[in-house]
């Protein structure tokens, strides 16, 4: 697979002259691509498009997904789910959307009156809201449905009332709704368990099943608007069309029962006998009314969105939920990525080679094809071959000669560029005296022809232990683990002991090294062990703070050494001698990195702070790009740092001096939310 993005300025930013008034501008380089969960299309404006995804981003689209840009974040989580956008029939400026929470027990209808830029919660607050439609008959009148019942509001939302029994045994857990077209009080609901309707705005209900396969999931139901007695549902057990209103239906043939789990169908506006069905495996299109179906896309991929220009009924827009927007401009016949500006997959880790910025490997929450790389700073991604599973991984690691895993169960892997796929790789070695005695003693015990080279691999195992991180300082590759500090001077081939000293026996847990290589740092318990000579002899240093646990170790530059911890963030100026408790609301912090005076630091649960003097004061960065979590924060030697989102894919932090008369641009919260040292 290949994917296609832009490094922008090949992560030229965060200078080191950075002033603490400066400007900051968020830049998303890649991956491109993630999941979609909503379209909608603006009716007044066929280029206008809105998507929302399952963490309440809501991006925008001038020119019919042609280009994205984040516009907005809806929810005060990070996990809302966007189930539906409605762009108001009347008002191209006011937007509806309903949503669910994935952890945090939110969800609810929220309203926008600048397009999009802003939204409030108008309704249905903690309600897991799966579907919402607004009445093409009578615009003030919406109906959402949640996992309780169906709600109506007859006031463009300010009010919501429920028309479904309370905890009636069937009328609960509303996947779908939708509206006759000429008349506001007909409402179709599909739930978990089958379809229903009601005539009268709610007073009562009549279950719709003639003809469905019972237990059908029903997720999805349109109304033709030329002929309203013509409907169609989707359901796990396939798509269903009734002739009279819903009173019976009738199963289409065509796709095969394996792949009939189909999320959404819609209609060609200007076709009517045209239909595309949006599956978990792929979309499908029919254009003789369901008599014959077609596979239009490859099978693995799960559409959750479509719109069909209007106008030009052959441009039709999928959103997937790995491979972001794809458009198609011949009816389905060919589709093409339409990622420009939506970089949003959903990252659980990320390795980026300090020597050289341009390269870069980050893992995908997905259990297949899980690893993307690129070697030209974002311009081109490309797979990893086989080998390595995401679920066996613990860490990647970028190191000189290319990429490094280590495993959850012990051990390390690299990827053979050649073969083009993982091997185990590191063997664990005794110390080289150690070595030697053992062949000596095997070579007398043998026949002479043993050689002694021969028993030393007779000597060594693959690394057993697990390794919790690793570091690169020139020829010496150092690896903190559970059997203790390691070190490597033939590129990670063996591994040994890094030395004499007993406490490099113990557990560790984190690795830094300086630029130059000649300083190397490591958390083992509650010591900080410190070389000057890149691991020539060692020194072992007290950690007053261990107890607050989770220690890893940042080096930014020789005057600023970090350590975070799930109770507060720690900085040494003196190579770790001795530690200051950097005062910012007791926080838990997950990775710093930085470049002179500007630092960046990325918090366990939520966000990021920025230091523009060497940490005298910090802000909260308050963008909708830095809301979310970061798994990785890194420091190039050219002095760029980068941020990778676990949401937003790898962005970049640009900086410059802001002139007094400035306005626009600041993602810092004003100076009375600065967090200052007491």
């Known amino acids: 697979m290949l994917m296609r993005g832009k490094w922008f300025g090949a992560f030229a930013f965060f200078a080191a002259t950075a002033l603490v008034t400066s400007a900051q501008t968020w830049r998303q380089v890649g991956p491109p691509g993630g999941t979609v969960i909503s379209l909608a299309a603006d009716p007044h404006n066929v280029q206008k498009l809105y998507l929302g995804t399952s963490d309440g981003h809501v991006f925008t689209s001038n020119d019919e997904g042609g280009h994205w840009q984040l516009l907005s974040r809806i929810g005060t989580g990070q996990d809302d789910v966007i189930t539906h956008i409605v762009v108001d029939s009347r008002d191209s400026n006011r937007l509806f959307a309903s949503t669910w929470t994935l952890y945090s027990g939110g969800g609810g209808v929220y309203r926008s009156d600048d397009a999009g830029r802003s939204w409030r919660l108008i309704g249905l607050a903690k309600e897991t809201v799966r579907a919402l439609a607004q009445s093409p008959s009578n615009p003030k009148i919406f109906?959402?449905?949640?996992?309780?019942?169906?709600?109506?509001?007859?006031?463009?939302?300010?009010?919501?009332?429920?028309?479904?029994?309370?905890?009636?045994?069937?009328?609960?857990?509303?996947?779908?709704?939708?509206?006759?077209?000429?008349?506001?009080?007909?409402?179709?609901?599909g739930t978990y368990h089958l379809p229903w309707k009601t005539t009268d705005g709610g007073k009562n209900w009549t279950s719709i099943k003639a003809g469905m396969i019972d237990d059908s999931d029903v997720m999805s139901i349109i109304v033709d608007p030329a002929n309203p007695s013509s409907v169609h549902?989707?359901?796990?057990?396939?798509?269903?069309?009734?002739?009279?209103?819903?009173?019976?239906?009738?199963?289409?043939?065509?796709?095969?029962?394996?792949?009939?789990?189909?999320?959404l169908i819609r209609q060609d506006p200007q076709h009517p006998e045209t239909l595309?069905?949006?599956?978990?495996?792929?979309?499908?299109?029919?254009?003789?009314?369901?008599?014959?179906?077609?596979?239009?896309?490859?099978?693995?991929?799960?559409?959750?969105?479509?719109?069909?220009?209007?106008?030009?009924?052959?441009?039709?827009?999928?959103?997937?939920?790995?491979?972001?927007?794809?458009?198609?401009?011949?009816?389905?016949?060919?589709?093409?990525?339409?990622?420009?500006?939506?970089?949003?997959?959903?990252?659980?880790?990320?390795?980026?080679?300090?020597?050289?910025?341009?390269?870069?490997?980050?893992?995908?929450?997905?259990?297949?094809?899980?690893?993307?790389?690129?070697?030209?700073?974002?311009?081109?991604?490309?797979?990893l071959g086989p080998g390595l599973r995401r679920t066996e991984l613990r860490h990647v690691y970028a190191a000189p000669t290319g990429w490094w895993a280590s495993l959850n169960n012990g051990g390390l892997m690299k990827y053979e560029d050649a073969q083009r796929k993982w091997v185990k790789s590191g063997l664990l070695v005794a110390d080289s005296g150690t070595v030697l005695a053992r062949a000596a003693a095997k070579a007398r015990k043998t026949a002479a022809r043993?050689?002694?080279?021969?028993?030393?691999?007779?000597?060594?195992?693959?690394?057993?232990?697990?390794?919790?991180?690793?570091?690169?300082?020139?020829?010496?590759?150092?690896?903190?683990?559970?059997?203790?500090?390691?070190?490597?001077?033939?590129?990670?081939?063996?591994?040994?002991?890094?030395?004499?000293?007993?406490?490099?026996?113990?557990?560790?847990?984190?690795?830094e090294a300086s630029d130059d290589g000649a300083q190397i740092w490591a958390v083992s318990g509650r010591n900080l062990l410190y070389s000057s000579n890149a691991g020539a002899h060692w020194e072992a240093r007290d950690i007053p703070f261990a107890t607050?646990?989770?220690?890893?170790?940042?080096?930014?530059?020789?005057?600023?050494?970090?350590?975070?911890?799930?109770?507060?963030?720690?900085?040494?100026?003196?190579?770790?001698?001795?530690?200051?408790?950097?005062?910012?609301?007791?926080?838990?912090?997950?990775?710093?990195?930085?470049?002179?005076?500007?630092?960046?630091?990325?918090?366990?649960?939520?966000g990021l702070l920025a230091s523009f003097d060497a940490g005298k004061s910090w802000q909260k960065v308050s963008d909708p790009l830095a809301d979310g979590f970061f798994p990785v924060l890194m420091a190039q030697r050219n002095g760029a740092v980068v941020a990778a989102s676990a949401t937003e894919g790898i962005l970049t932090l640009e900086t410059g001096a802001r002139s007094a008369d400035s306005t626009g641009t600041s993602m810092l919260l004003p100076a009375g939310d600065s967090q200052k040292p007491r």
Not at 313 to 329: L, N, Y
Request: aromatic share 10%.
């Open 233 to 263: 549902a989707t359901a796990c057990s396939g798509i269903y069309r009734s002739v009279d209103s819903g009173t019976t239906w009738k199963r289409y043939g065509g796709i095969p029962f394996v792949y009939r789990r189909t999320q």
């Open 276 to 383: 595309y069905a949006g599956t978990t495996s792929g979309l499908w299109k029919t254009t003789n009314e369901g008599a014959e179906w077609k596979r239009l896309t490859p099978l693995d991929w799960v559409v959750n969105a479509i719109v069909i220009d209007p106008k030009n009924p052959e441009r039709v827009i999928i959103g997937t939920e790995r491979e972001g927007v794809q458009i198609s401009e011949n009816g389905g016949a060919a589709f093409s990525a339409s990622n420009n500006g939506f970089n949003h997959q959903h990252i659980l880790d990320v390795a980026m080679d300090r020597q050289h910025p341009e390269r870069a490997l980050v893992v995908l929450t997905f259990d297949n094809n899980a690893f993307l790389a690129t070697r030209d700073g974002g311009t081109t991604w490309s797979t």
């Open 450 to 511: 043993q050689s002694a080279a021969k028993s030393r691999a007779q000597a060594s195992k693959l690394l057993p232990y697990q390794v919790n991180d690793m570091a690169f300082a020139g020829a010496n590759w150092f690896a903190a683990t559970t059997g203790g500090l390691l070190v490597s001077h033939d590129s990670g081939a063996t591994w040994k002991i890094a030395g004499t000293e007993p406490l490099l026996k113990q557990p560790a847990q984190s690795l």
């Open 548 to 606: 607050a646990g989770n220690l890893r170790i940042y080096h930014v530059n020789d005057a600023n050494l970090f350590i975070t911890t799930n109770m507060g963030l720690y900085l040494s100026r003196d190579a770790g001698r001795t530690w200051n408790r950097e005062e910012v609301r007791d926080l838990q912090f997950q990775a710093v990195a930085g470049s002179g005076k500007a630092l960046l630091v990325a918090l366990q649960k939520r």
């Open 143 to 189: 109906a959402a449905g949640s996992l309780t019942g169906i709600y109506r509001s007859t006031d463009d939302g300010k009010t919501w009332e429920r028309i479904t029994p309370e905890k009636h045994e069937d009328l609960r857990n509303f996947d779908s709704v939708a509206f006759d077209p000429h008349d506001a009080n007909v409402i179709y609901a």
